[in-house]
């Protein structure tokens, strides 16, 4: 099994801080833990979804405006 | 007026309804596809679905809320609060359409949903402001006014309101960032970059004064409501009368309130919010053209239903008390029941209420759309239900309140019950000596 990212919430996945704004992190990006890598929007508020470990992103499992569940794969992480 | 349509959701159109029900009127709920087994929609003599889940594509859709008024043929449009309730566009796209909007006219909307120019309108009314720009200011003109009246300031969003699109500054050098920082947040956010400065006054509390105004020109005040107990600026308890209040001051601000819905020929219901300082002064802030949240805590120290007086008011009728009629009778208290975890800094709980049992008894109003096997969506507000307890004076309302969080049982999902059963015995609470840093000065010192 590779390695994911989880959003650690239920509700909308975004890849940018704002609309206008750069995406945080793309495929093919080197990420370290703790790195921001999305925001989950829930009732309202935003949450930062951080990677819990270093690696380097292999492909976005959901896309941008997607509906996440808590704990669902959101990054894949690869070699 | 025979046939109303809710524009919202959760425990405002449930109260709504009520309110129509009363009045003899029927209803049309409309709703999205993640609120159909929502109790206004079980309520309601008619229901639509407009959309899918996000607020964008549904509660905040006007044409498809329009496209449902006219296929159900209603002549009335119930905003409630949040969404469309303080959109000019949308009162005017019902005006266009023949449809009563309950509520203030367009107008009114903008000329106080823009904040800076309503600073101005208040200002030129007689209103007490708080020191700052004259309307949306440049950096330079923002550093220029912040030097004369000093540091720190807050910068404001004109498009913003509600406790959005703010920011402080401590000193010069901050305030050039912050205001390009709040400029480019209230374009992305409310697609107009305008900003305007305040001085940030410390230690104030957070009152505001309900009017209620018609067609015929009449206007009242319903006294005040002391809001300042809040966290990152949005409100978790409140109370009328404000403890703060002497009655010189309660006259000052009731007539000052007046004034500004005057100068804005406010129709309907609207909320004049002030800062009161330690010395006493009290200070514009904004106006709210629609229902509050906390509006049930004024209906049980007058004995008015707010939401059945905008119903009539928007069909034509008066005011139906005089203000010599208006007497405080009482204290009450609004605790916010959100689907939130305190002990997680108040994260969002979504999910399915396996068991809910609600608190009654003396002095006790619930107002709530939850039920037992309601599922809470992720979409929307967290707010899930408002306990509201009345009492003689502020320490039975106080009593009563504390007995029912006693008695409020929720399962399946983390609530605020907890955090406002410590709130209610904190000393400061108890006393009604606390203002609007009191929660986060508070929250600090426990950790």
Known sequence: MPETIKSPLPGTFYRRPDPTADPYVSEGDQVQAGDVVGLVEIMKSFHEIHADAGGRIARFLVENEDLVDAGQDIIELGG | MEKVLIANRGEIAVRAIRACRELGLATVAVHSTADEGAL????????????????????????????????????????GYGFLAENAAFAAACRDENLVFVGPSPEAIEAMGDKARARQVAAAAGVPTIPGTDGK???????????????????????????????????????????????????????????????????????????????QGNLVHLFERECSLQRRRQKLLEEAPSPALDAATREAMAGAALRLARAARYENAGTVEFLLDRDGAFSFIEM?????????????????????????????????VRQDELVLSGAAIEVRINAEDPERDFLPSPGEITALELPRGPGVRVDTAAYAGYTVPPFYDSLIAKLCCHGRDRAEALERTRRALEEFSIEGIHTTVPFHRELLDDDAVQAGEYDVEYLERRSVSVR
């Open chain 2, 40 to 79: 206004h929609v079980r309520q309601a003599d008619e229901a639509v679905c407009i959309g899918p889940p996000h607020a964008r594509q549904s509660y905040l859709n006007v044409e498809a809320i329009l496209e449902a008024a006219r296929r159900t043929g209603v002549d009335a449009v119930y905003p």
């Open chain 2, 288 to 320: 709210n053209t629609r229902i509050q949240v906390e509006h049930p805590v004024t209906e049980l120290v007058t004995g008015v239903d707010l939401v059945r007086e905008q119903l009539s008011i928007a069909g034509g009728a008066p005011v139906s």
């Open chain 2, 137 to 215: 200011a440049s950096l330079e003109e923002a550093l220029e006014a912040a030097a004369e009246i000093g540091y720190p300031v807050l910068v404001k969003a004109a498009a913003g309101g509600g406790g959005r699109g703010i920011r402080a500054a401590r000193d010069e050098t901050e305030l050039a960032g912050v205001i390009a920082r709040a400029a480019a947040e209230a374009g992305a956010a409310f697609g107009d970059d305008g900003v305007y400065l305040e001085k940030l006054l410390v230690g104030a509390r957070h009152v505001e004064v309900q009017v209620l105004g018609d067609s």
